[in-house]
């Protein structure tokens, strides 16, 4: 089982960005899904983050809400984050973590995949 975030790129300040993540290898279920990111030099922290199930609640960074919106597909095992107004400060690597990936026989915790590079200049 993998996760695959994709979509990054190199925008102006004021621009948007959707990324996405994408489970696979057998999946049947996505548990909750986190985006983190990793600016260069710093540690990585959390910027949004989407619970499983009918509720859906989601929690942002201070630092991102009312500019990023994170939603799920499940029957697509799909995880998005819209970036908008985006900063050179959004600038790093954006990685995408599911507590749990289920499939018929097994569960995985806390998979993280690779994460895409979102790049902003003023």
């Known amino acids: 089982v993998q996760l695959q975030a994709s979509g990054g790129g190199s925008v102006q300040a004021g621009g948007s960005l959707t990324l996405s993540c994408e489970a696979s290898?057998?999946?049947?279920?996505?548990?909750?899904v986190s985006w983190h990111r990793q600016a260069p030099g710093e540690a990585r922290e959390l910027v949004a983050w989407?619970?499983?199930?009918?509720?859906?609640?989601?929690t942002y960074a201070d630092s991102v809400k009312g500019r990023f919106t994170i939603s799920r597909d499940d029957s697509k095992k799909m995880v998005f984050l819209q970036l908008t107004s985006l900063k050179p400060e959004d600038t790093g690597v954006y990685y995408c973590k599911a507590d749990a990936l289920y499939t018929f026989t097994e569960t995985y915790r806390d998979i993280w995949g690779r994460g895409t590079l979102v790049t902003v200049s003023s």
């Open positions: 989407i619970v499983s199930g009918h509720g859906r609640d989601t």
């Open positions: 290898g057998n999946v049947l279920t996505v548990g909750s």
